[in-house]
């Protein structure tokens, strides 16, 4: 689930985005998370393997995940729907 935040963009900056928005025919949105992941790379930045799934789970099973894994460090099947 993608989250609405308000950047603060020069009006240089707004029409690059509109630009390459038409040219690549996709959102602002995915203009915008593609450059921050391409400059991740640039900078050597090695995203955890985990936060691609960040908020895919509910509050609740989330907890059941984190309470399993306090009660046993042993290898648990757990049924969730990612």
Known sequence: MKS?????????TLVLLKDLSDLQQTTKTAIIEKAVQLYAQQQNILPHPLKEYAGTL??????????AIQESRCNQTRETTL
Not at 58 to 67: F, K
């Open 4 to 12: 609405a935040i308000s950047l603060r963009l020069n009006d240089f």
């Open 58 to 67: 509910s509050e609740n099973e989330a907890n059941d995940w984190l309470n």
